[in-house]
């Protein structure tokens, strides 16, 4: 979850509707562009290669602990793992497990359950959830740079099935996309991590994928800090506290869709 699993939640539903995370506005030093001055600093990179964070980039409710909830809610989610998963996020917000660790295990938690399940249950919670919280100059801006020919990536430590059925929507395929996932045999999903694409990982896994360099990069977590470094553009969207601060420090003009823009 690219504003961290369960950052300023606590297992509670996908927000309905589509507010500043912080609600506090730009902080002191922070340079806050227009859609405008947005679009022209993007195209202005000439890019080839474009990389996209996920939740709070792309649509404003962090999808995997709101999916997480969604299966719970709707009984997916055996009551024996609702309970561990539950006990091990109260640990994560005690500072007990770290990031890297319950990202694998919310995906890790679906053991056991058909693959299938999982994507039409995913399907279901982006239709319903997700899909009215989409930001449209961000999806209008992949569209412009996919019909210009440009290379899209999507990482996410959200779970696959969750990213892959909200992309295909824009025309991003599973094998641009790099997200929490785990080995699936036979239909069934095991516990067996493939990857884990937060914090440092999101680099690691672009650069495992051949994607050194990429043109420019898009992120609204601190979380997503190591892959908008190597950006030769990194572009903060709808960026989390710890982010604004990081992006004043380096000197990286934010952007805010209009859904979410600080008062």
Same mark, same amino acid.
């Given at each position: 979850?690219?504003?961290?699993?369960?950052?300023?939640?606590?297992?509670?539903?996908?927000?309905?509707?589509?507010?500043?995370?912080?609600?506090?506005?730009?902080?002191?030093?922070?340079?806050?562009?227009?859609?405008?001055?947005?679009?022209?600093?993007?195209?202005?990179?000439?890019?080839?290669?474009?990389?996209?964070?996920?939740?709070?980039?792309?649509?404003?409710?962090?999808?995997?602990?709101?999916?997480?909830?969604?299966?719970?809610?709707?009984?997916?989610?055996?009551?024996?793992?609702?309970?561990?998963?539950?006990?091990?996020?109260?640990?994560?917000?005690?500072?007990?497990?770290? @990031?890297?660790?319950?990202?694998? /295990? #919310?995906?890790?938690?679906?053991?056991? *359950?058909?693959? !299938? =399940?999982?994507?039409?249950? +995913?399907?279901?919670?982006?239709?319903?959830?997700? @899909?009215?919280?989409?930001?449209? /100059? #961000?999806?209008?801006?992949?569209?412009? *740079?996919?019909? !210009? =020919?440009?290379?899209?990536? +999507?990482?996410?430590?959200?779970?696959?099935?969750?990213?892959?059925?909200?992309?295909? /929507?824009?025309?991003?395929?599973?094998?641009?996309?790099?997200?929490?996932?785990?080995?699936?045999?036979?239909?069934?999903?095991?516990?067996?991590?493939?990857?884990?694409?937060?914090?440092?990982?999101?680099?690691?896994?672009?650069?495992?994928?051949?994607?050194?360099?990429?043109?420019?990069?898009?992120?609204?977590?601190?979380?997503?800090?190591?892959?908008?470094?190597?950006?030769?553009?990194?572009?903060?969207?709808?960026?989390?506290?710890?982010?604004?601060?990081?992006?004043?420090?380096?000197?990286?003009?934010?952007?805010?869709?209009?859904?979410?823009?600080?008062?």
């Amino acid at each position: 979850m690219d504003m961290s699993p369960f950052e300023d939640t606590a297992m509670t539903s996908a927000p309905t509707s589509s507010t500043h995370s912080s609600a506090k506005g730009s902080i002191p030093g922070e340079i806050v562009l227009s859609t405008k001055e947005f679009r022209e600093a993007v195209w202005e990179m000439e890019p080839k290669i474009a990389v996209f964070d996920c939740d709070g980039t792309l649509w404003s409710p962090d999808a995997g602990s709101g999916f997480l909830q969604w299966t719970i809610d709707t009984g997916l989610l055996s009551e024996e793992a609702t309970q561990r998963i539950t006990a091990r996020h109260q640990a994560y917000h005690q500072s007990q497990v770290d @990031e890297l660790t319950i990202c694998g /295990e #919310m995906v890790q938690i679906y053991e056991g *359950l058909a693959e !299938s =399940d999982l994507r039409a249950s +995913a399907r279901a919670y982006f239709e319903e959830k997700i @899909e009215p919280h989409l930001f449209p /100059e #961000m999806i209008a801006l992949i569209q412009e *740079l996919q019909a !210009s =020919d440009v290379e899209i990536w +999507a990482v996410s430590s959200t779970n696959d099935w969750m990213i892959e059925e909200a992309l295909q /929507e824009i025309g991003i395929t599973h094998e641009k996309i790099l997200a929490t996932c785990v080995e699936v045999r036979d239909g069934i999903v095991t516990g067996v991590l493939r990857d884990i694409p937060t914090d440092e990982g999101k680099a690691k896994s672009l650069r495992a994928a051949g994607i050194s360099h990429p043109d420019v990069v898009f992120g609204n977590s601190v979380h997503d800090a190591a892959m908008l470094e190597i950006a030769k553009r990194a572009f903060p969207v709808n960026p989390s506290e710890g982010l604004q601060k990081l992006s004043v420090e380096r000197n990286w003009p934010v952007y805010y869709p209009a859904a979410i823009r600080p008062l």
